[in-house]
């Protein structure tokens, strides 16, 4: 319902389209700029120019083309110059970065996470590692925000994210301590602080340079604590009325199956996590990440009980997938965190399981995918965030 | 990725928007348009002016205020004047209606339809009630386009609809008969004409100006041929990749449960359909859309039987229901068609369901609801259809 925009926020949108352009796809000549922004070249040696003078491109002459006439100009992001932080806060680990325009990383840092370590002792360790890597950041650097992926349902529009108690943070009456308002205070210099979960953070990096590029429906599954997604439609992140959206891992999958965290009963989490595995395995006492990926290289040796309970697993993974195909119609599922080792031993059960159940028209198109970028996936993502605020006005922010 | 636009299509969108907020809002004085749409008086008198000059809409002074000073022009959508028809073909009968723009009904005509009533001998009554209508139009009117809202599983991001078997269409072969084809082919003079299944059509009505109005995240339940969902996430219609999303009849809740049309067993629809119903009241042999109304009307009198048989078909509606607010947490959830007669006889039931099996944060803020345009839903949202080229574009569809 809002009127067009003005003279001046054009000029704004082609600045943000130009750089996200060259953040997104790399070193680019003015030619294709041209051809793929649908401006004229003078306009695209306007913005260039602005883009440069304020230090977020360069431009240079591309290397002898062997062709007649005067080449083309690239224009690239300034990745080592321009600059955002990213943690990832999981279960079992801490992780920071530096990650420059153009999603380059450029430094990193990882720490244990003992369990049950509190927020506020986890704050500081990774306040330390951003300390230490700005240690090396270059004069004349542009730092453009940070941003925080973390483990469990914590969600909000407006960035003020609640921890909750299921979010594998230790103690209780955290729900209500804005994360990225306790880093902000640790570390002042570094806001602001936008907060994701990993699996909206994951999927958004995997849409933007990975696995779901070029895909308008995406869903990225994630195991960490629970089942999360990030699930993207039309292109944008889906996020829900009040911002909860993606709670896929309580879809009701199997009635009077095994009890949940949350209160009901055969939640589609339950039958498919890491205790899930260990339990069809007979080891219902093992407990954590490695103990399941253990069943997993078990079964790759021949293991028979192994194999079965990857069969098991895999075949409650497809009756999710399955589900959420007949819903949302995606073009591609990626499974991230643990799942994609389950998801690579039981390919071949999801599928099945995908197949039997889902309607054709709603699963002829769909890619099951694992994350291209790998565990950097959730920290890539943490730092696309807060590079949107640079992207969508570059000389405002910049 | 796409640059800001030109002068030319701002103006262009200004025109849509202003066009847009009193085809949604009705009638609306030129200071509000000033406020809502964020554009100064000089710029509003000129699009009125383009708009009033082209018979979109009409402007008058309002009544006496008593107030001192110049009242505000009052700017009216032409409802009379500027129409879509819309069709709406349902399993047991046939609809047409002539919309304004604004959403005024003008006139309207149904039938029944014959089971097994072949598509080809749908279309001609649907193009006889247009006939008949046409000649009470008067001179001088903009017919804007048509719109289709059709039952079944049928969709396609680019309007070419094709046919499904399950739709409720007799016979076979029929699944690439695209219908706007074939309805242009006996309407020529009608032409475009834009194809939607009910939900979809239903929601988008809805979200326009029902019970959904206000809210971004919505969920339209539609039973008629099974159960689909028109859903809006973010303001935007849900489609998927391939233009299939919506299949939530197709959810497995059920494993083991009774098979479905479509191979599987213990679908969502199974669970909750007419039949579903019928044969928890006992009443196994009887079929068809009265027959379970008749089983919500014994409820209300007090039947043992009949409140058995609706307690157990809201424990598996709310069942679904919060499924699809773990997933989407929807601000509202709509139940339509023949679901709304069921969700009110047992609406604690699927409340209750809902609250034990969705997580607090993802149900705080649901509501639900019944379609405030009743069945007019599913018409007024595909003229909703055929009046948006017009609404994007004012003057270059006017």
């Given at each position: ?50 883009l ?41 680990r801490?992780r ?7 999603g ?10 003992p369990p ?12 330390g ?8 950041v ?25 921890i ?9 009456g ?9 880093l ?22 995997e ?5 779901a590029n ?21 292109g ?19 009635p ?39 069943i ?17 697993i ?21 499974f ?63």
């Amino acid at each position: 319902m809002r009127a067009g925009p003005s003279q001046e926020e054009i000029r704004r949108q082609n600045l943000g389209a130009l750089l996200r352009y060259v953040h997104i796809h790399g070193a680019t000549s003015r030619a294709e700029l041209t051809t793929s922004l649908g401006l004229n070249r003078s306009t695209i040696g306007a913005l260039t120019a602005e883009l440069a003078a304020a230090g977020l491109i360069s431009e240079r002459a591309p290397r002898e083309t062997g062709r007649a006439g005067r080449p083309s100009l690239v224009v690239r992001p300034e990745s080592s110059r321009v600059f955002a932080y990213a943690y990832s806060i999981e279960v079992d680990r801490l992780r920071a970065a530096r990650i420059g325009l153009g999603g380059v990383v450029l430094d990193r840092r990882q720490a244990d996470r003992p369990p049950g370590l509190l927020a506020e002792d986890s704050l500081p360790l990774l306040a330390g590692f951003v300390k230490e890597m700005h240690q090396s950041v270059a004069d004349g650097s542009v730092y453009v925000g940070s941003g925080v992926a973390v483990c469990g349902r914590l969600r909000r529009p407006d960035g003020a994210v609640h921890i909750r108690p299921d979010s594998g943070w230790a103690g209780n009456g955290e729900m209500d301590k804005p994360l990225g308002e306790a880093l902000g205070e640790i570390l002042p210099s570094v806001r602001p602080i936008l907060v994701s979960n990993a699996a909206d953070a994951s999927a958004v990096a995997e849409h933007a340079r990975g696995a779901a590029n070029g895909y308008d429906d995406v869903i990225y599954l994630h195991r960490d604590v629970g089942i999360d997604a990030g699930i993207i439609v039309g292109g944008r992140r889906l996020t829900g009325q009040g911002g909860y959206a993606g709670e896929v891992g309580h879809m009701v999958v199997h009635p009077g199956g095994r009890p949940c965290g949350c209160g009901s009963h055969g939640c589609w989490e339950t039958e498919i996590d890491e205790y899930a595995l260990l339990h069809a395995a007979g080891q219902g006492d093992a407990i954590g990440r490695d103990a399941a990926l253990r069943i997993v290289e078990a079964a790759a040796r021949g293991d028979a009980n192994a194999q079965a309970a990857i069969r098991q697993i895999g075949d409650w993974l497809g009756f999710g997938v399955a589900n959420l195909v007949n819903i949302f119609n995606p073009g591609v599922v990626i499974f991230g965190g643990t799942l994609r080792d389950v998801y690579l031993a039981a390919a071949a059960r999801v599928r099945s399981r995908l197949n039997s159940l889902a309607l054709p028209a709603s699963r002829e198109q769909v890619r099951l995918r694992t994350p291209q970028l790998g565990e950097d996936a959730a920290l890539i993502g943490a730092a696309e965030l807060a590079f949107e605020h640079l992207l969508a006005d570059p000389l405002d922010a910049g």
